[in-house]
C-alpha cells in the first residue's frame, strides 16, 4: 500500500470530518452553553459506549474470514445481519427497562432526557454498530477510503440537523440528540448497503465451509470480543472521566471539561487517518515492508501531531473566549495540559490499528486496560482536589503510559530501533 497517496486521501475527508465536527461542537456549545453541552457529551459517549459493547467485535473478527476465503462472503454478511437483529431486541428490552428504573432518575434529572429519546436513542446506537461492521468489510476489501468518505458525510448531515433543530425547537438537549440519532441511523444504513455490493462482487464468491448462520454469528462474536473490548476500553479512557467529573461536580465542570478534550483530540486526525491504513497492510504477511510502514506511520504521526500541538496551545483561550460570551474560556487550561498527552498518545492510535492488521488485538486490550485502570485511579484522587485540571492531568499520565506500552510491544515484536520508530524524517511525506 503507498502509504501517503492512501493517507492522503484519507486524511482529507477526516479533515472534511473533523471540520464539521468543529462546527458542530460550536453550534451545540454556543446553544446550549455548559450545562448543556455536558449533558449533551454525557449522552453522546452513552451512545457509543452502548455501540461498543454490543458490536461484539463482529465486524473486526470478519476482516480475515472475508480475507481468506473459507466461508462466501454472502454467508458472513447475512451472520452480521443476524447480530443486528439480535441487537435490536436487545436495545428495546434495554429501553423497556431503563423507563421504569433508578437510571431513569438521573437520565431524566441531570441529562434533561425525554421520554420520547429513549424510543430514539436505540436507533443511533443500532447505527454505529451497523456504521462499524460495515467499515471492517470495506477494508477486509481494500476500499479504506469508503468507510471515512461516509463518516465525513455523517458529520455533515449532523451540523445541518443541529443547527436546524437547534434554531427551531426550544428543547436544546432533546434537539441535539435526535438531530445525532438520526445521522449515526443514516449512516449505518448507507455503509451497510455500501459493504453489501462491494464485498460481495471484490471478495471470492465461493467458500469452502458451510457453517449455519446461528453458528457463524456466534463464532464471530466469540472471536471479535476480544479486540473489541479494547475498543471499549480506549472509549472508556477517553469519556470515563467525565462521569466522574459530573458525580464529583456537575455537568457544568462536565462542559467545560468535553470542550477542552474536544479540542485537544482534534490533534489526532493524522494518527486516526493513519490507523486504518494499518489494520489493512500489516494485515498482509507476505509483505516484508509491513514494519518499516508501520513505524513510518508512527513518525509521521507523532511529529505532524507535535506540530500542531503549539498553535493549538497558543490560540485556545482567545477563541474559546468568542463561544457563548466568554462561558468556555476556562476550559483553556485543562486544555494546555492534556496537550503533551495527547501528543504522546498518538503512537497509540496508529499502532492500535497495526496490532489489529497483525491479528494482535489483545495487545491493544492489555496497554488500555492498564491506562483506564490508571486514568480512573488518579481521576478519584485528584479531581476531588484539583477539580478540572485534575481530571486533564490525569488523562494525560495515563495516555503517556498506555502509549509507551504499546509501542515497546512493537519495538520488541519487529526489532525496529526506537530512533526509527519517533524521529521522524523528511521522506515520511513522499509516497
Keep these: 500500500m503507498k502509504l501517503a497517496l492512501t493517507g492522503s486521501q484519507v486524511l482529507l475527508w477526516r479533515a472534511a470530518q473533523k471540520a464539521a465536527g468543529v462546527a458542530t461542537a460550536i453550534v ?6 455548559p450545562e448543556g453541552n455536558g449533558r449533551y457529551s ?12 454490543l458490536s461484539a467485535g463482529v465486524g473486526l473478527a470478519s476482516v480475515p474470514r472475508l480475507r481468506d476465503g473459507e466461508e462466501s462472503p454472502r454467508r458472513i454478511l447475512r451472520a452480521q445481519g443476524a447480530w443486528l437483529l439480535v441487537v435490536a431486541g436487545v436495545l428495546v ?15 431524566e434529572g441531570s441529562l434533561g432526557w425525554h421520554p420520547g429519546l429513549l424510543a430514539a436513542v436505540p436507533l443511533a446506537v443500532l447505527g454505529l454498530v451497523a456504521y462499524e461492521t460495515a467499515n471492517y468489510d470495506l477494508l477486509a476489501a481494500g476500499r479504506v477510503v469508503v468507510g471515512t468518505v461516509t463518516a465525513s458525510g455523517r458529520a455533515l448531515l449532523l451540523l445541518a440537523a443541529m443547527v436546524l433543530l437547534l434554531l427551531v425547537w426550544s428543547h436544546g438537549i432533546v434537539a441535539a440528540v435526535l438531530a445525532l440519532v438520526g445521522a449515526h441511523a443514516l449512516a449505518g444504513l448507507v455503509l451497510g448497503r455500501r459493504a453489501w455490493v ?7 464468491a465461493d467458500g469452502r465451509a458451510r457453517t449455519p448462520l446461528p453458528r457463524l454469528a456466534g463464532r464471530l462474536v466469540r472471536h ?12 472508556l479512557l477517553l469519556r470515563l472521566d467525565q462521569f466522574l467529573l459530573e458525580s464529583s461536580l456537575d455537568v457544568r465542570a462536565v462542559g467545560l471539561y468535553a470542550a477542552a478534550a474536544w479540542a485537544a483530540e ?6 486516526e487517518a493513519l490507523n486504518p491504513l494499518l489494520v489493512h497492510s500489516s494485515s498482509n504477511q507476505a509483505d516484508r515492508h509491513r514494519d518499516r510502514t508501520a513505524a513510518r ?36 487550561a485543562p486544555l494546555r495540559v492534556l496537550l503533551p498527552g495527547i501528543v504522546a498518545f498518538a503512537p497509540g492510535v496508529i499502532l492500535a490499528g497495526d496490532f489489529i492488521g497483525r491479528g494482535r488485538p489483545a495487545w491493544n486490550t492489555h496497554a ?6 490508571v486514568n480512573v485511579a488518579l481521576c478519584l484522587l485528584w479531581i476531588p482536589r484539583f477539580g478540572i485540571m485534575g481530571a486533564a492531568w490525569a488523562s494525560t499520565v495515563a495516555y503517556t503510559l498506555g502509549a509507551a506500552i504499546m509501542m515497546v510491544r512493537f519495538q520488541r515484536l519487529t526489532g525496529t530501533r526506537w530512533a526509527d520508530l519517533l524521529v521522524p524524517r523528511p521522506s515520511d511525506l513522499r509516497r
Excluded: N
Excluded at 95 to 106: I, N, Q, V
Excluded at 198 to 204: D, G, S
Design 297 to 332: 506511520a508512527v513518525r509521521l504521526g507523532l511529529g505532524l501531531t507535535a506540530l500542531a500541538a503549539i498553535p493549538l496551545a497558543v490560540v485556545c483561550e482567545p477563541l474559546l473566549a468568542l463561544v457563548r460570551d466568554g462561558e468556555f474560556q476556562a476550559a483553556a
Design 266 to 271: 482534534l490533534l489526532w486526525l493524522v494518527p
Design 28 to 33: 451545540v456549545m454556543q446553544g446550549l452553553g
Design 93 to 107: 428490552i434495554l429501553a423497556l427497562l431503563t423507563r421504569d428504573s433508578a437510571p431513569w432518575g438521573w437520565l
Design 368 to 373: 488500555s486496560a492498564v491506562t483506564v485502570v
Design 42 to 53: 454525557l449522552t453522546v459517549t452513552i451512545i457509543t459506549v452502548l455501540g461498543a459493547v
Design 224 to 235: 471479535g470480543w476480544l479486540g473489541q473490548l479494547s475498543a471499549l476500553i480506549y472509549l
Design 198 to 204: 462491494t464485498v460481495t462482487t471484490r471478495l471470492p
